[in-house]
């Protein structure tokens, strides 16, 4: 992905996160479930949500709807519909939430059918909108942390939430959604991580993974994976390193994890998570430290980069341009949106 281009990503995040936070907890319609603001306009939004969780059908086991932090899965999900210009970048928090704003706690897993929810944003005014599903986690008052985005419609560069959509006297339909819930809940166990006493390995890299076309997804034992390096700042300098000494420690990634298809019937995007103990309650997690390099590409059965010469699927770049960052106590956690093109 082009670096400048993903910047300009980054930064919109940032800011529509801000937004999102603030006019969920700032608006007093504490767990009011019917939720919209039927105003005195006629245009409406309304579209399907499918969720899934890391790819698969989600089940009631794993859905958020709870506003006790002591609960197995705490936090609740709720929509947002928030005004933005063409660019997908929002200009002000949210006009509308479904099932409220505030503090609700969000829909309950009865109200879905099959794994889908159908929503309506109603009587709002002509304008261009986000429309922006969340995952409020309640265990951190960090607002990159509290309020997690797990879907996308449209264009998933276009801010995590995708695409925005302009309404002007009437009604605009179809606007359907993938909602991988474990974006948001591997954000939360990844919290109870940090809090490890083992404070060299409490770190955490989750994201979401969205994929142009899923029938090209590597098979005959090539799969997709993610991996970090310390010591080693891009493809060509790891594959070296390892060719000329395949024990060499720096050649080993020090974050390494597989990621699988997704299995629901038309889904693009898969949440993942690094790949140790992982868990409620203090856990190992990725080790502290500064690092220069995080991808994800194509590999063979062992490992190796299944194309050496070609450059990596996606690579991680701040909003600073810089591939590195730093795990430690004070950020113990990277989350990062991979949007690839699959040869």
């Not at 309404?167 to 819930?181: F, K, T």
């Not at 790891?238 to 024990?247: L, S």
Request: net charge negative; with cysteine.
């Amino acid at each position: 992905m082009n670096t400048k281009k993903l910047k300009s990503i980054m930064l919109r995040q940032l800011m529509a996160l801000f937004v999102v936070l603030f006019a969920f907890n700032m608006t007093a319609c504490d767990d009011d479930d019917n939720g919209g603001d039927s105003g005195d306009k006629t245009n409406s939004i309304s579209g399907t949500l499918t969720f899934t969780y890391n790819g698969a059908p989600i089940d009631s086991a794993h859905w958020p709807h709870s506003s006790s932090t002591s609960d197995s899965i705490p936090g609740y999900f709720r929509i947002a519909l928030m005004p933005a210009n063409p660019d997908g970048m929002a200009t002000g928090g949210p006009v509308d939430g479904l099932p409220a704003l505030g503090h609700g706690t969000g829909i309950e897993f009865s109200g879905l059918t099959n794994g889908k929810w159908n929503y309506k944003f109603e009587g709002i005014a002509d304008g261009t909108y986000l429309i922006a599903p969340t995952y409020e986690n309640i265990l951190d008052p960090n607002g990159f942390r509290k309020t997690v985005g797990i879907g996308h419609w449209g264009d998933p560069t276009k801010w995590n939430f995708g695409t925005p959509v302009t309404v002007s006297g009437g009604a605009v339909e179809n606007v359907d959604m993938i909602c991988d819930v474990a974006a948001g809940i591997n954000m939360a166990h990844a919290i109870k991580r940090s809090s490890n006493p083992d404070t060299t390995n409490a770190g955490t890299i989750c994201g979401t993974l969205t994929v142009d076309n899923v029938s090209k997804w590597p098979t005959g034992g090539k799969f997709i994976g993610l991996v970090g390096y310390k010591h080693l700042d891009n493809k060509d300098s790891v594959i070296a390193r390892f060719t000329a000494n395949p024990f060499d420690p720096e050649a080993a990634p020090s974050i390494y994890q597989m990621i699988s298809a997704p299995t629901e019937p038309g889904v693009n995007m898969i949440a993942f998570v690094d790949s140790t103990g992982f868990s409620f309650g203090p856990q190992p997690g990725v080790s502290f430290g500064d690092y220069k390099l995080l991808l994800v590409d194509i590999f063979e059965p062992t490992g190796a980069f299944s194309y050496p010469n070609d450059p990596p699927l996606d690579t991680y770049i701040s909003n600073q341009d810089k591939k590195s960052f730093t795990l430690d106590g004070a950020n113990p956690m990277l989350f990062w949106h991979a949007d690839v093109t699959l040869p």
